[in-house]
């Protein structure tokens, strides 16, 4: 059973840095590439970042040169590291793949940008 779960969510101030985790099971994590989105309230869920099964990544323009993803195949884990956050970058955060048609998410883990 693929599973995939999101962690390090929560409320900061804007400036400040967050590190999202996303464990994976159930799938030979390092064949696949992976993406993080995002969906703010009333708006549609967004692509963040990209990074394939070696590890190079692609951002979105709003969130390049402050967004970093990277993944660990050892641990099963790909991580979004977050720094210089704005308001605008509060969201619910969720990893994402697929396995040809199939596609997983994660539930999800919220992340608040404000003083």
């Known amino acids: 059973q693929v599973q995939l779960v999101e962690s390090g969510g929560g409320l900061v101030q804007p400036g400040g840095s967050l590190r999202l985790s996303c464990a994976v099971s159930?799938?030979?994590?390092?064949?696949?590439?992976m993406r993080w989105y995002r969906q703010a309230p009333g708006s549609q869920r967004e692509l963040v970042s990209f990074?394939?099964?070696?590890?190079?990544?692609t951002y979105a323009d709003s969130v390049q040169g402050r967004f970093t993803s990277s993944r660990d195949n050892a641990k099963n884990t790909v991580y979004l590291q977050m720094n210089s956050l704005k308001p605008e970058d509060t969201a619910v955060y969720y990893c994402?793949?697929?396995?040809?048609?199939?596609?997983?998410w994660g539930k999800g883990t919220l992340v608040t940008v404000s003083s």
């Open positions: 990074i394939t099964s070696g590890g190079s990544a």
């Open positions: 994402n793949t697929n396995q040809g048609s199939k596609i997983y």
């Open positions: 159930g799938f030979p994590f390092n064949s696949y590439a």
